[in-house]
């Protein structure tokens, strides 16, 4: 039985084309059954004016939700936005701007050559810990301390959703190598294969167009940061401010109005991100993470579509 408040979370669709299946990825199909699923179970799914203007006046009602797309992928706009269209519904679309001044931003650069290179996620992480283990000497790190760390940390355990090799890569990934040392690694992985990255750019992520037509259409492009730092809330106030400022000063160059709505880079913040998003103008944010309440206007909880979807199987709805 659904349980949750607040918003449902989306970020990667596959069709049979254009985007290539990955981890927790649903198609067109999927996604009309999730949201017939949710009406079934007594939610009502509000568009984002309705949603906003709720939130602010204190009058969400417990089974009142929204339809949210994080990280600025083509593939919601190609696959789930079309079925939107079909029943005049609207959602939230949280982007992250760096890709729109050129860059490739890694985050889904690195997701793309592990779903489109390699037999399966699990396939690529044995070549990203043999990597690290053949480099640990110039990493300065030890394979085998920091395995029994990620076992003691019970990193990410919250994330019902991620495998044990999602968490030990993701500990990996954010505790043990830091950026620069991770980087390394993927970047060493993608030039020993060949994969042109340039040739994809396209297909992974929405253009400025995309986004000023999806504000003409009534849906809310939301803030995300500039270059989606998985770890905002350790970053330091300045950095902080840049990365907001930044997405918020290019989304108001788009649709003409700055933002007040932010969806936190994998529900990452802290302490300074609240002043940062008072000097902002910010009223409203999305969390990463369910909760059965809503208590606070800056965090409103979502749930990830991914636990719907395995709430609908239980209830033996096929996916
Ligand atoms: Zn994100």
């Not at 309440?293 to 719907?308: S, Y």
Request: charged share 25%; proline share 3%.
């Amino acid at each position: 039985m659904l349980n949750f408040c607040g918003g449902v979370m989306f970020h990667h669709f596959h069709d049979r084309s254009k985007h290539i299946a990955s981890q927790g990825s649903m198609d067109g199909g999927a996604f009309c059954r999730l949201l017939h699923f949710l009406k079934e179970c007594g939610y009502a799914i509000l568009d984002p004016e309705e949603y906003i203007c709720k939130a602010l006046r204190d009058a969400l009602q417990p089974y009142e939700t929204c339809v949210t797309f994080d990280d600025s992928l083509k593939c919601q706009f190609d696959i789930a936005k079309p079925i939107l269209d079909g029943i005049g519904m609207k959602a939230f679309w949280f982007v992250y701007t760096s890709p729109m001044c050129g860059e490739l931003e890694r985050l889904e650069v690195y997701r793309h050559f592990r779903f489109s290179r390699f037999a399966d996620v699990e396939d690529f992480y044995s070549q990203f810990f043999k990597n690290v283990m053949e480099g640990e000497h110039d990493l300065g790190i030890s394979y085998a301390e920091s395995s029994e760390g990620f076992l003691r940390s019970g990193y990410c355990g919250d994330f019902a959703f991620y495998t044990e090799s999602d968490r030990k890569y993701r500990y990996f990934r954010d505790i043990v190598l830091g950026p620069e040392k991770y980087f390394a690694i993927v970047d060493k992985m993608i030039s020993d294969s060949g994969y042109d990255a340039q040739s994809h750019r396209d297909v992974l992520w929405l253009s400025e167009g995309d986004i000023e037509r999806l504000h003409g259409e009534g849906h809310y492009i939301g803030l995300h940061g500039h270059t989606h730092p998985t770890n905002m809330g350790e970053l330091p106030y300045c950095l902080q401010m840049s990365e907001y400022r930044r997405n918020s000063d290019i989304i108001q160059s788009i649709v003409g109005s700055r933002p007040e709505v932010v969806s936190y880079p994998c529900g990452s913040y802290n302490g300074d991100t609240e002043s940062i998003m008072r000097e902002l103008g910010v009223v409203l944010g999305f969390d990463a993470q369910a909760k059965t309440v809503i208590f606070d206007k800056m965090h409103i909880p979502r749930e990830d579509h991914a636990n719907i979807v395995r709430e609908m199987r239980s209830g033996g709805i096929g996916f």
